[in-house]
């Protein structure tokens, strides 16, 4: 559930710093103004969500910041004692949040009487899955692909005895002092490799390329607008997100230290170093803009998933039942708002020409994403890499939601259709989102069925229509398969 925490990095601190260094004017490839984002945000998103940020539900995140480099030897984890992260003992973390990913959204899902009364149902309702080794481990190859297929991200095992529970308001986004060559590296590693570039196009203002006279990256634009919506998009995202972790730096900075008490505070000194326009070639402004796109994409993911919070059967689970309802009031007035803003983000603009290029273009977008989000396990400041893992994860789940989850609009449920018979089973016991069908149960029934295929999905699930052979052409059964952010 990524997409939650998307809560924490959902402020644009562009307040803190004089008006006159500030952007203005309409995005590239959308039709909205930053004028109106500023507003919006400012008085009907900032509030709400700084005060989101406080509860027990939003401040636990659970990571692996121990995974090794895949790419390159790692240089050593930072010394400097700002880069620590402090785990937060178990003993400390709410119940709801230790009861895993399956079962946070509702406190009978975390009742032993309810979770006996789930597996009770499993049993009585099981599928003979009497089947040979080989049909078996066909089975694990094939749903070990399938997860494989549709995650934009490399996701942590929280089962990892290396995992451990973080939290985040004792861990903040600031600047820690980490940069240098190992910081570049990784930077140079995701623009370079993974924003569909080619190595005889540079970067402005990149340290690493070589010198270009008076060219001011007015090359490397000119090459950018050439590029097809989707590449440019993938772009201007990973810029985005460039500037919210520099902006987050400038707005948090060491500014002194006395008697071992450090002090925090805005650093316009580092901030114009990063945005001014003068200071930046012209650069700075253009990456404040795709920080805005960043956001925009970011509200338009709220917007989407909101149905599935709004639903009275999900609770946000902590164990502290008044706390818990009072956040989700807060969450639920915040996704009524991103409802309410008139010029969101239009997803379905991409991917949307021929069908068998487009298929492989959005593959080659997840697969980029992905890989993105493995250089995360190369920063070398643990706490810029807790930020990293979190903010990458966080993006890969807003574009899963809006590039791969479609669905029609109504009432989320799984049912069951017979010629003779119509049963619903609304899974409200077992809380969303463990299904009352085990994903083994559902591989053996589709493989007795020798034809499955996928009619469509939705925000909070795969939807997988399955022909029972040439029995009836009537009767079938959707199923509904969990994904998870």
Not at 155 to 163: G, H, N, Q, T, V
Not at 215 to 222: A, K, N, Q, R, V
Not at 259 to 266: F, M
Request: glycine share 6%; with cysteine; aromatic share 14%.
């Amino acid at each position: 559930n990524g997409l939650l925490f998307l809560l924490f990095t959902y402020d644009i601190v562009l307040v803190l710093f004089p008006q006159e260094l500030q952007v203005t004017g309409v995005l590239d490839d959308c039709l909205c103004d930053i004028d109106s984002i500023d507003n919006f945000n400012t008085f009907k998103i900032f509030p709400k969500i700084k005060k989101l940020q406080e509860r027990d539900y939003f401040r636990y995140y659970k990571v692996n910041l121990k995974r090794p480099c895949p790419f390159w030897a790692e240089d050593g984890h930072c010394s400097i004692k700002d880069c620590h992260v402090e785990p937060c003992p178990e003993s400390k973390i709410p119940v709801g949040i230790k009861a895993g990913s399956s079962n946070k959204y509702s406190k009978v899902a975390n009742s032993t009487k309810e979770l006996e009364d789930c597996e009770q149902a499993n049993k009585l309702g099981a599928i003979n899955s009497t089947l040979s080794n080989q049909s078996k481990e066909a089975f694990i190859d094939w749903a070990r692909y399938d997860d494989s297929q549709d995650h934009f991200c490399e996701l942590d095992d929280e089962r990892s005895p290396a995992a451990q529970y973080v939290d985040l308001l004792l861990n903040p986004e600031r600047y820690t002092g980490y940069k240098g060559s190992s910081a570049w590296r990784v930077w140079n590693s995701i623009y370079e490799e993974n924003c569909f570039k080619p190595r005889s196009v540079y970067r402005p203002l990149n340290p690493l390329a070589p010198s270009r006279g008076e060219d001011d990256g007015e090359s490397f634009y000119t090459w950018l607008e050439g590029l097809c919506l989707e590449k440019r998009v993938f772009y201007k995202l990973i810029s985005g997100l460039h500037a919210s972790i520099n902006l987050h730096l400038c707005a948090n900075y060491l500014l002194e230290e006395t008697w071992g008490k450090p002090s925090w505070g805005p650093n316009m000194k580092e901030f114009k170093r990063r945005f001014d326009p003068v200071e930046t070639k012209g650069e700075g402004p253009r990456r404040l803009k795709n920080l805005y796109f960043l956001y925009l994409i970011e509200l338009r993911a709220l917007s989407k998933v909101a149905p599935y919070f709004e639903r009275s059967i999900v609770d946000l689970y902590t164990g502290n039942v008044e706390e818990d309802a009072d956040t989700k009031t807060l969450l639920l007035n915040i996704f009524q708002d991103t409802r309410s803003f008139p010029m969101h983000f239009d997803e379905k603009s991409m991917f949307a020409g021929d069908k068998k290029g487009a298929k492989s273009l959005k593959e080659e977008f997840r697969l980029h994403f992905k890989n993105i989000s493995r250089i995360m396990d190369c920063v070398g400041c643990d706490k810029c890499r807790l930020w990293g893992k979190l903010q990458v994860c966080i993006l890969s789940s807003v574009l899963k939601l809006l590039l791969t989850l479609n669905f029609p609009p109504g009432k989320l449920q799984v049912f069951s259709t017979v010629p003779s018979l119509f049963t619903e089973i609304e899974d409200r016991k077992c809380g969303f989102p463990a299904s009352s069908m085990k994903k083994m149960n559902i591989l053996n029934l589709c493989y007795m069925c020798k034809n499955v295929s996928p009619v469509c999905v939705n925000d909070f699930g795969f939807i997988v229509f399955v022909s029972i052979g040439t029995i009836s052409d009537s009767f079938f059964l959707f199923l509904f398969f969990n994904v998870y952010f």
